[in-house]
């Protein structure tokens, strides 16, 4: 699956900005998808990840009641609503896909799915 991650930039803390992910292939609506981050100097990071019907979401507890994961698989697009942005929310976010929703929680090296990441940049 080939993904293209679009909606970063620069917005100041308290602001909101949604991400999108979208799919190449019809196939995307029986992945699992998901976000990671990776801040400068520092590793990726899990943020969130939603399984293929939407019914089942987690997120990590740095963002859990200002970000949402939401899904529409008639458009194969993920998305990322971020409120109450914080300078420490600046990184690349990149979005992930796995046939297995499992691999986020528990095995996010076996992901192989990636898209090409945007920057969210939050200023204080």
């Known amino acids: 699956v080939q993904l293209q991650a679009s909606g970063g930039g620069l917005v100041q803390a308290g602001g909101s900005l949604r991400l999108s992910c979208e799919a190449s292939e019809r196939t995307f609506t029986r992945y699992a998808t998901g976000w990671f981050r990776q801040a400068p100097g520092k590793e990726r990071m899990f943020v969130s990840a939603i399984s293929w019907n939407g019914g089942s979401t987690y997120y990590a507890d740095s963002v859990k009641g200002r970000f949402t994961i939401s899904v529409d698989n008639a458009k194969n697009t993920v998305y990322l609503q971020m409120n109450s942005l914080k300078p420490e929310d600046t990184a690349v976010y990149y979005c992930?896909?796995?046939?297995?929703?499992?691999?986020?929680?528990?095995?996010?090296?076996?992901?192989?799915?990636w898209g090409q990441g945007t920057l969210v940049t939050v200023s204080s």
């Open positions: 992930a896909a796995s046939p297995t929703y499992n691999a986020f929680v528990y095995r996010p090296n076996t992901i192989t799915s």
